[in-house]
């Protein structure tokens, strides 16, 4: 289990995570969601001891990261496949963690089976790797002391379609197994396939936690116009909280007959109004995240 309360970490007047608290369970994968500059990358930096936080904590089945005697054999990591000395080969790589942690030799050879090195690549030089190569050989590294948790940021990332799919499968079976796996990804329709529980950073704060289906499911009214801003400021004289969302689509917890009343006595047509319920992770990531979006709001 992954424990976080109240973490904090400030660089000088700037605030990247702020008063961050939610847990990640045995058994299940959790999704940890947010757009560029959140927060997601520096609260798993601290997690695994790379940044000290200003205040709060994170624990990992009970501890903090800096006590654990041999971490590797209770955390798996992947934070950056493209941190890995390019001068060793991808078998010099896994050797070396496999010694350090004191396993045998033959673990070695398992891994590199499981993420589909062969001996060939195993056998090439890092900086002759592909993304995708120095992502099997990074979650081969992270598996190599078969901890029972995951922290891994954006592993799909350089993956073929065939290569998320088998990361998929990797990382479901590996939670079925009893593990704890906390996974960052940009790749939202990957996270709503294999996700038991989300939590959703924005701006440093959590903005939504719970499990995928409580998400999903209270979602409220999406609704679609061609003057977005004009219906939003409509439900808002009208005493209705909505969220313009960044595909331009607003959101709102009324139900959709109060809205397109509302919609209707202002005179704004309505292109389209339907429960968000079921509308899937990107809708909803989408509403919670608005405010932070680099891209900005939709007119």
Do not use: C
Not at 81 to 93: C, D, L, N, V
């Amino acid at each position: 289990m992954i424990k976080v309360e109240k973490l904090s970490k400030k660089y000088g007047a700037f605030t990247a995570v702020d008063d961050v608290t939610f847990t990640a369970r045995a058994g299940r994968v959790t999704g940890f969601l947010g757009p560029n500059g959140a927060g997601k990358s520096t609260t798993m930096r601290i997690m695994v001891g790379l940044t000290p936080a200003t205040s709060g904590s994170a624990e990992v089945s009970g501890r903090r990261f800096a006590d654990l005697p041999n971490p590797g054999l209770e955390v798996g990591v992947l934070l950056d496949a493209s941190a890995q000395h390019a001068g060793r080969t991808g078998r010099e790589i896994l050797t070396v963690a496999q010694r350090m942690m004191g396993l045998p030799a033959s673990r070695v050879d398992e891994m590199l089976e499981l993420v589909s090195l062969s001996p060939a690549e195993a056998g090439r030089r890092v900086k002759n790797y592909s993304l995708g190569m120095r992502q099997r050989l990074g979650i081969a590294t992270a598996l190599l002391g078969e901890p029972d948790v995951l922290i891994l940021d954006e592993p799909a990332n350089g993956l073929d379609p065939a290569g998320i799919r088998w990361m998929r499968d990797l990382l479901r079976g590996y939670a079925d197994g009893g593990a704890t796996v906390l996974l960052s990804s940009h790749l939202l329709h990957e996270i709503e396939v294999i996700a038991d529980d989300l939590v959703v950073i924005g701006n440093g704060k959590i903005v939504a936690a719970g499990t995928k289906e409580e998400l999903l499911a209270a979602a409220g009214t999406l609704a679609r116009s061609t003057s977005p801003r004009d219906l939003a400021h409509a439900l808002e004289q009208a005493g209705i909280p909505s969220t313009l969302a960044g595909d331009g689509s607003v959101r709102t917890d009324a139900a959709p007959a109060r809205v397109g009343s509302v919609a209707l006595t202002a005179g704004i047509p309505l292109t389209e109004l339907r429960s968000a319920e079921g509308t899937g992770l990107e809708d909803m990531f989408l509403s919670l995240t608005a405010d932070t979006q680099r891209e900005g709001v939709a007119a």
